[in-house]
């Protein structure tokens, strides 16, 4: 795969397609710093790069460089990506780090096999040894929540660890709300494990809401949103024949807190939504384990329980 290594491609690349007409190389070159020996030089990688995501760039002597399209369909996903790549990593470096690291995050954790850390830096766009240390931030991400990465030799990287720990791993990578979401880059197997009908999701959340507030559990917008994303993830994760384990001794601790009451009353309400086929064999109560790790964080708690409880088996060390 033929990407953009380097910002100084990035912005050719973006000059060239936002342009209606032609550019010239001491345009280019004024506006990225650089010589015009230079832009020649990248103009021959760049339009190889063209060429495998369905463009092709066009030289005229005198009048400079512009483009075509030869595969509207590919062009288009390419485009999109120079222009949020050109967003992130040339206007606002400090989300650049950010978006780079979530995107790593999103990618392995999703990933069915292991995934070739070259691979994902040709996606990105970005130099192997910028890919190390994205890839550093990433692994602290991940251990934070109890996720081990896993290196093998000709292989590349996968995730493990415990299935309660990966959803809420899942959860906070998928960030506070779906609009923020989607103006990142989007990884297709990480949106598929929240992949939901809209109407359905808004049904779900009315019905927390109201039992939420009927039992005088007060918490912020953002963590409604969450405990119904929960509910997708949980939902797709079962459908998948993938159920979190929880252990006799949990199974107590979770029966003697305040929330208990709660989480079987939202339950005993939403279970129409669920159309998974081994839940004659699994408690869908003992699924929805992380309803408190969800929305304690933004509750008053009134008993020391329910802390030592989320330290002990729940809550990872990020929070």
């Known amino acids: 795969m033929v990407a953009l290594q380097k910002n100084r491609h990035l912005i050719i690349a973006y000059t060239i397609i936002r342009k209606d007409d032609y550019v010239t190389s ?28 369905g463009g092709e760039i066009i030289s005229k002597k005198s009048d400079g460089y512009t483009y075509q399209v030869t595969n509207p369909e590919k062009f288009e996903s390419f485009r999109k990506k120079v222009y949020l790549l050109d967003y992130y990593y040339i206007n606002q470096p400090d989300l650049a780090s ?15 096999n292991s995934v070739k850390i070259d691979d994902i830096a040709d996606e990105l766009y970005i130099s192997r040894s910028a890919m190390k240390r994205e890839m550093a931030e990433a692994t602290e991400y991940l251990q934070s929540y109890r996720i081990k990465l ?10 493990e660890g415990d299935e309660k720990y990966f959803r809420l791993c899942a959860l906070g990578a998928f960030g506070i709300t779906y609009h923020d979401y989607q103006k990142e880059e989007q990884v297709s197997s990480f949106s598929q494990l929240f992949d939901s009908n809209y109407e359905e999701f808004q049904a779900e ?45 949990e199974k107590q601790v979770i029966k003697g807190l305040p929330s208990y009451k709660v989480a079987v009353d939202i ?10 086929k081994p839940m004659k064999t699994k408690s869908l109560l003992q699924q929805f384990i992380c309803f408190a790790i969800v929305i304690f964080p933004g ?3 009134r008993l020391k329980i329910q802390v030592s409880f989320m330290k002990t088996f729940l809550i990872p060390t990020v929070i």
């Not at 030089?41 to 339009?47: A, K, V």
């Not at 950010?98 to 069915?112: D, E, F, G, T």
């Not at 896993?150 to 995730?159: L, Q, R």
């Not at 339950?267 to 998974?276: G, K, P, Q, T, Y």
């Open 26 to 53: 001491d345009e280019l070159a004024t506006i990225t710093n650089s010589s015009t020996r230079t832009i020649k030089s990248d103009i021959l990688y760049i339009g190889d790069v063209f060429k495998e995501n």
């Open 98 to 112: 950010h978006h780079k690291r979530m995107y790593i995050i999103r990618r392995v954790l999703s990933a069915k």
């Open 150 to 159: 896993v290196s093998v030799t000709g292989h590349g990287v996968h995730c």
């Open 205 to 249: 959340r009315r019905i927390m809401l109201m039992i939420l507030r009927k039992d005088h559990y007060y918490i912020r917008d953002n963590r409604t949103q969450s405990l119904a994303r929960y509910f997708v993830l949980m939902k797709n994760r079962m459908n998948e024949g993938i159920f979190v384990t929880v252990s006799e001794k």
């Open 267 to 276: 339950l005993e309400n939403i279970e129409s939504f669920f159309d998974v």
């Open 299 to 301: 509750m008053k708690s």
